[in-house]
């Protein structure tokens, strides 16, 4: 699916992300994540082959809860719950790590903060449906 406008401004606000992956017993896992955009796949990366890594690459089906700094109509907390397939792609962790901390700390930082970080892991997500509070439903609530 082609990630509407409205869906890729909250993106490129830097709004946090939980990323919700399935542990093996079928449970929810939820991490806070750094999020951007390579055409029309979110993008996060991690330096280790921590549990979200490994329960995507056994099981793809993760969503993104986004929370928007705007109101509704109705006088409700805007935000975008996003449904979608990931899959893992070895290294660029901390490049992708640097381009989005100027978004997520500030111009200029240098992150991750080490010499000579690992490789990584980038998860690639493809957005198959979006539901949630705001202009990208086309519900007027």
């Given at each position: ?24 017993d ?7 994540v ?56 070895e ?12 978004v ?38």
């Open positions: 699916m082609k990630i509407p406008q409205d869906i890729r401004n909250l993106i490129e606000s830097g709004c946090l992300a939980h990323l919700v992956t399935l542990n093996l079928g449970s929810p896992q939820v991490t806070l750094w999020i951007g955009l390579d055409g029309d796949e979110i993008v996060a990366g991690h330096l280790p082959r921590n549990r979200k890594v490994r329960n995507i690459q056994r099981d793809p089906r993760v969503a993104i809860s986004l929370e928007a700094s705007t109101m509704s109509a109705m006088g409700l907390t805007e935000y975008a719950v996003l449904y979608g397939q990931a899959h893992i792609q290294g660029g962790a901390p490049e992708l790590l640097q381009r989005l901390a100027q997520y700390i500030g111009p200029g930082v240098k992150f991750p903060p080490m010499e000579n970080p690992p490789a990584g892991y980038v998860t690639r997500i493809r957005v198959d449906r979006i539901e949630g509070v705001g202009p990208w439903t086309g519900r007027p609530v």
